[in-house]
């Protein structure tokens, strides 16, 4: 009768509650972990928000910002410019260059660094974005093959019939059939 009256009494809760807590030690309570991994996300986006907010800015801010930019310009221009000012000016060119050579190894060192920085830095974010273009590319070639696929049935409904995957194969691979032999050998196969 005392078992009857403890689980009729609540004990079962209180036993299951028990229960629930000793796990807690062991495995953290899902629930919990996603509210607090939802409250730290929030926080380091307001912390991120607030550090990269652009207030208003003056007009200093704007020339220094303008300066910055043409330093690749004004290297490009500069380097460009050699080749004419030579041509033009050969004795004050073989002047200046006599001058330049003079200039310790450091100091090259030091420049090839600099430029080699301002021009990577952007040769590196082009080619990520290159490759980002060739990605999404590749990721419509699917729907350019259907595309390509309703275009030859509505100009020409005969060639439906011709609906084959080595047709999607040859769009897809840029391939001629013919000259690919695999290709020619499986559509033999599949008759």
Known sequence: MGLISWVL??????????VGQVAGVFKPNAEASETRGHAYDRAALAQYTAEFAHPRRGWFDGLVDGLN?????????????ILPAVVIW??????AFAAL???PAGYWALVTVIIGFYFGGRMQLKAQDFQKSVQSAA????????NIKRLRT??????AADDSPELALELAQGLP???????R???QEKG
């Open 139 to 146: 990721n419509r070639a699917p729907e350019v093959i259907a």
């Open 9 to 18: 009494g609540g004990g079962a809760k209180q036993a299951a509650a028990a």
């Open 101 to 103: 050579a003079l200039l």
């Open 177 to 183: 059939q013919a000259e690919n032999a695999a290709v």
């Open 185 to 187: 050998d499986w559509a």
């Open 90 to 95: 050969p004795e004050g060119a073989a002047t």
């Open 69 to 81: 930019r043409l330093v690749r310009p004004v290297i490009t221009f500069g380097l460009l410019g």
């Open 154 to 159: 509505a100009l020409s409904p005969s060639e």
